[in-house]
C-alpha cells in the first residue's frame, strides 16, 4: 500500500514537471507583457532595461529552470500587473472560487447520485422521464448560456438573487467566506447552479446506467431472493456496486468544477481565481498565469491520487495485501 | 398422508409480448413433501426454471402468472405482492442460483450478506445473528468458519462459494428451497459434494427441495422423484429410479436413451429427431406429437394428453408399456 502511494506521488511530480513544461513553453506565445506594462510613451531604452530586469532577455530553457527553482520554495514571483506577490493574490482568491466550487460539488453529486438512483428505480415514472428530459438541457446548454438565463430570469426579471459579486464576505484572517452572511449565501446561489448543473447531469446519467446494469445482476436476485427489504437492496447492494466508476469520474469532475469556473467567474464576476486567471491572460501577466496552472494541476493530480485510495476503501478484491484464502 | 411443503395446481406462466401471448410453464401441477428432492428436468426453455420463479415470485417482468395457484403448507400464495412475499422469501422458501460467482455481492463480506439476511427475518441480537451466521457456515461444511466468516466471496472457490450460497439460502430455516441449477457451473467432483451436501441437509431438516436441472445425472443421483419438464408442460412425473427405467412418456425415453451410460460402452447415442418447438409455435394437442415416433392422429388434437387426463404418470395418449408392468 504504501509502496503505492509513493510510486503514485512519484509518478505525480512527473506529471507536474512536463504540465509546467508546456504551461511555461505556451506563455512565449500568448504576447509580450512589456507593451502592456510601460504603455505607449516608451523608449527603447526602458524597454531593454524593464526586460532584463524580469530575465525576459535570457533563453528559455535559463527562465524555465528559474521558474522551477523557485515554484519549488513556494515562491511564483510578482504578478506583472499588480506588482505583488502572486502566491500572495492567489491566496486571497481562492476561498471564494473554493466556496464556489464546494458547493457546486455538493449540488453535483447530491443530485446527480440522487436523480440517478430514483431514475434507475423508478425506470418508467412519470418524474423519472421527466427527469431525464431536463437533463438534456444540462449536457447539452453551455455554460455561460445557463448562466446567462439564471440572471435573466432570477436578477433581471424576479428580483430575487443577485447577478454578480460574492456578496457581503467575513474575514476570519487567512480566509474569506460568504457562508456566514445571508447576501453572502443568496450570491452563492446563481453560480453554483450554473457551475454544477452540467456535472450533476453527466453524474446523474451515468449512476442511472449502472444502477440499471447493477440491478440486472445475480446478487440482486440473489438478495430479492433472500427477503431483503427494498432500500437495503438499492442502496446496501447496488448502489455500492455503482460507486467504483462513478468515482472516477466524479473525481475527474470535481477537479474541472475548480479548474472551468473560469466561465462561471467571468459571467458572474465572481472574484476568485478563474476572473483572476482571465485578467492575467488579458495583460500577458505571466507569473500569474504560470502559479494558477501549477495550481489547477496540483489538484487534478491529488484529486486522482485520492480516487485511486477510493477504490481500495470500496472494493475489497483490490486489497491484495489483505488475508489470502481461498484459492 | 401428510401435507405437501409445496403444492403447485395448473399453474400458468404467460409473456404477452408484441407478436402474441407466449406460455412458458402451461399447466404444471406437482407437490413437494418435506425431507423430498424434486427434480426437474427439461431442455432449456421447457419452463423449469420459470417454473421456479414463479414459485418464490421472482418472475422478471412482462412474464406472469394468469392461473393456477401455488400453496405453500396449504396456504396460497401465488397472489402475494411487496411487503407478504418479502416475509416468506428468505424465512419459509429459499433459492439457489446456478453462478455461485454471480450471486454474492462481491463488496460485502460473507458475514455481512449471513447477518443481514438472518436480522431480517428473525428477532436476533447482532452477537446472535453472527453466530448463527458462523453455525450456518460450519453446517454447509466451511472449514475455520470462525475465521472465515469475515472473508470476501472472491476469498472463496467456486464450492465452497456455492456452498455460502446455501448457507445464505437456509439460514432462517425455510421449509421449501428452489435449487435453479446450482450445479451447472462447478466442476464434476464439486457437483457431487454439493449434491450430497443438498441430501443431507434435506434429510437431517426435513426441508422440501425442488431441484431444476437439465442433468439427468444429477437428478438419478439426488432426486427422490422427477418432473419431465417440455415446451412448459410436463410430460412425465414419477420416482426417479422408475422414471429413468422405465419411462413412459416417449420423450423421457428419448431423453434416457440420449443420455450417455458409462456402462453400455460406445454404443451411438440415439437422438429424438428435430428440436423443442418455440414457444410462439406449439404444436396442437401434445405438444411433442411432430417429433413422436408413436404418434397417431389424437396425438395431434387439442386439447393435448395432460397427467390428469392420461394415467397419471406420462401425459400421453399411448405411453410405453413395459414388460415387467405386463408380468405382474
Not at chain 1, 418524474?127 to 437533463?135: R, V
Not at chain 2, 401435507?3 to 407437490?31: A, K, N
Not at chain 2, 427422490?224 to 417440455?230: G, K, L, Q
Request: aromatic share 6%; hydrophobic share 50%; glycine share 10%.
Amino acid at each position: 500500500m504504501l509502496a503505492y502511494i509513493i510510486r503514485r506521488v512519484a509518478q505525480s511530480i512527473l506529471v507536474l514537471l512536463i504540465t509546467g513544461f508546456v504551461a511555461f513553453s505556451m506563455f512565449s506565445f500568448v504576447g509580450d507583457p512589456i507593451e502592456n506594462m510601460l504603455g505607449q510613451e516608451r523608449t527603447q531604452a526602458d524597454v531593454d532595461r524593464l526586460r532584463g530586469q524580469l530575465g525576459l532577455d535570457q533563453p528559455f530553457v535559463v527562465q524555465y529552470g528559474k521558474f522551477l527553482q523557485q515554484a519549488a520554495q513556494g515562491n511564483f514571483g510578482l504578478s506583472y500587473r499588480q506588482g505583488r506577490e502572486v502566491s500572495a493574490i492567489l491566496a486571497e482568491r481562492l476561498p471564494a472560487t473554493l466556496e464556489l466550487a464546494f458547493v457546486s460539488g455538493l449540488l453535483a453529486l447530491g443530485g446527480g447520485i440522487g436523480f440517478g438512483i430514483l431514475t434507475a428505480i423508478r425506470k418508467r415514472g412519470f418524474s423519472s422521464n421527466a427527469i431525464m428530459t431536463l437533463s438534456l438541457v444540462g449536457v447539452s446548454l453551455p455554460t455561460f448560456l445557463i448562466g446567462i438565463l439564471l440572471i435573466f430570469l432570477f436578477s433581471v426579471e424576479l428580483g430575487w438573487l443577485p447577478s454578480f459579486g460574492r456578496g457581503e464576505v467575513v474575514d476570519l484572517g487567512w480566509w474569506t467566506t460568504g457562508f456566514l452572511t445571508v447576501s453572502g449565501l443568496k450570491a452563492l446561489v446563481l453560480p453554483a447552479i450554473t457551475l454544477g448543473l452540467y456535472q450533476m447531469t453527466l453524474i446523474m446519467r451515468l449512476v442511472r446506467t449502472e444502477m440499471l446494469e447493477v440491478l440486472r445482476m445475480d446478487y440482486i436476485r440473489f438478495a430479492r431472493a433472500r427477503g431483503l427489504r427494498e432500500r437495503s437492496i438499492n442502496f446496501r447492494h447496488a448502489l455500492r456496486n455503482t460507486l467504483v466508476p462513478v468515482i472516477t469520474i466524479t473525481g475527474l469532475q470535481l477537479g474541472s468544477i475548480i479548474a472551468f469556473a473560469i466561465i462561471t467567474e467571468t459571467v458572474f464576476q465572481w472574484p476568485g481565481v478563474g476572473l483572476l486567471f482571465i485578467n492575467a491572460v488579458q495583460f500577458v501577466d505571466i507569473p500569474v498565469m504560470a502559479a494558477y496552472l501549477m495550481m489547477i494541476s496540483v489538484m487534478f493530480v491529488g484529486i486522482n491520487l485520492i480516487v485511486d485510495l477510493l477504490y481500495f476503501a470500496i472494493d475489497p478484491r483490490l486489497r491484495v495485501d489483505g488475508k489470502s484464502g481461498g484459492h | 398422508m401428510t401435507q405437501p411443503v409445496l403444492s403447485v395446481r395448473d399453474l400458468v406462466v404467460e409473456i404477452p409480448t408484441r407478436h402474441g401471448i407466449l406460455r412458458p410453464v402451461d399447466g404444471v401441477s406437482y407437490d413437494i413433501a418435506a425431507g423430498e428432492i424434486l427434480g426437474v428436468v427439461g431442455e432449456s426453455g421447457a419452463g423449469k426454471s420459470m417454473t421456479g420463479n414463479a414459485v418464490i415470485g421472482l418472475l422478471d417482468r412482462p412474464a406472469r402468472i394468469v392461473s393456477g395457484q401455488v400453496l405453500l403448507k396449504g396456504e396460497p400464495i401465488h397472489h402475494l405482492k411487496g411487503a407478504a412475499l418479502r416475509k416468506l422469501r428468505g424465512r419459509r422458501m429459499g433459492m439457489i442460483f446456478q453462478d455461485p460467482l454471480t450471486s454474492l455481492n462481491p463488496l460485502l463480506t460473507v458475514g455481512d450478506q449471513l447477518t443481514e439476511t438472518i436480522l431480517e427475518h428473525l428477532d436476533l441480537s447482532v452477537k446472535q445473528a453472527r453466530e448463527r451466521a458462523i453455525a450456518a457456515l460450519d453446517e454447509v461444511g466451511i472449514p475455520a468458519a470462525r475465521q472465515r466468516i469475515d472473508s470476501y466471496p472472491h476469498e472463496f472457490s467456486g464450492g465452497m462459494r456455492q456452498r455460502v450460497v446455501i448457507a445464505l439460502a437456509l439460514c432462517a430455516e425455510p421449509e421449501l428451497i428452489i435449487a435453479d441449477e446450482p450445479t451447472t457451473a462447478l466442476d464434476v467432483s464439486v457437483q457431487a459434494q454439493i449434491i450430497a451436501l443438498l441430501r443431507r441437509l434435506c434429510r437431517e431438516r426435513g426441508v422440501a427441495v425442488m431441484l431444476v436441472t437439465h442433468d439427468m445425472g444429477v437428478i438419478a443421483e439426488a432426486a427422490d422423484r422427477v418432473a419431465v419438464m417440455y415446451a412448459g408442460r410436463l410430460a412425465e412425473l414419477g420416482p426417479v429410479r422408475d422414471v429413468v427405467t422405465q419411462a413412459r412418456h416417449p420423450y423421457t425415453a428419448g431423453l434416457m436413451a440420449s443420455t450417455p451410460v458409462a456402462s453400455q460402452g460406445q454404443k451411438r447415442l440415439r437422438q429424438i429427431p428435430g428440436a423443442m418447438p418455440r414457444l410462439d409455435a406449439v404444436p396442437a394437442g401434445c405438444a411433442f406429437n411432430p417429433r413422436c415416433e408413436r404418434a397417431q392422429s389424437r396425438c395431434a388434437q387439442a386439447p393435448g394428453p395432460t397427467l390428469q387426463t392420461c394415467d397419471d404418470r406420462a401425459a400421453c395418449w399411448f405411453p410405453i408399456t413395459h414388460e415387467q408392468e405386463a408380468a405382474i
